[in-house]
């Protein structure tokens, strides 16, 4: 075994041994999602005040409205109850740093590791690589306020969305720990 791999087996080791939320409902008891990045700096549970059981976290790359993180929203209102939703980005984000196109470059040349420096991305490893990656769009980010917005509006003009859940826009700052609103965003998701 790995020593990550132990560690995470000898912490739920731990937990589990004195566990005592197996009574809690499959709604989230504050009836609210947040849809937010993966980035591990950021701590839903910290910055927002959540304790087990308070609220819908979805995360993925950026934080992103995609097709499946709508999907999970969807779920979480139409059969869990949730009657609010935010959109939470973060300064210095991972997805500020490339493109669609440098993304498919990099996978079609290697699908090792990459990696940054003051030149841009390059691979470290060889071979073989993947035209995969040219079905897939990666949703990068050039402006963290714009692509809220973005996303905010994808949120409130799908479909299936219903007109009166509130969709609120904000941007956590990695540095204070601050939530920051973007009014044009949770206008845009009244």
């Given amino acids: 075994m790995t020593t990550v791999l132990n560690e995470v087996l000898s912490a739920n080791h731990d937990y589990a041994a004195n566990f005592d939320k197996g009574d809690l409902p499959m709604p989230p008891g504050r009836r609210f999602a947040i849809l937010t990045c993966m980035d591990a700096r950021l701590d839903p549970a910290k910055y927002a005040g959540l304790s087990e059981g308070d609220a819908h976290v979805i995360r993925n790359a950026g934080g ?3 097709d499946d993180a709508i999907r999970s929203l ?3 209102y139409k059969l869990l109850g949730t009657r609010e ?4 980005h973060h300064t210095d984000c991972g997805m500020e740093t490339f493109t669609d196109d440098i993304m498919r470059g990099l996978l079609a040349s290697s699908l090792k590791t990459a990696a940054i420096d003051e030149n841009g991305w390059h691979d ?3 071979g073989p690589g993947s035209a995969e990656a040219n079905h897939i769009s990666w949703l990068t980010i050039k402006d ?3 692509s809220v917005l973005e996303d ?6 799908h479909p299936l969305v219903p007109s009166d859940i509130p969709v609120y826009g904000y941007i956590y700052d990695v540095k204070s720990g601050r939530l920051i609103e973007v009014p044009e965003a949770t206008a845009a998701g009244k």
């Fill in 74 to 76: 969807v779920i979480s």
């Fill in 64 to 66: 992103r409205a995609s």
């Fill in 124 to 126: 470290c490893g060889e």
């Fill in 152 to 157: 905010v509006v994808r949120i409130k003009s």
């Fill in 85 to 88: 939703w935010f959109v939470v």
């Fill in 144 to 146: 963290q306020a714009q």
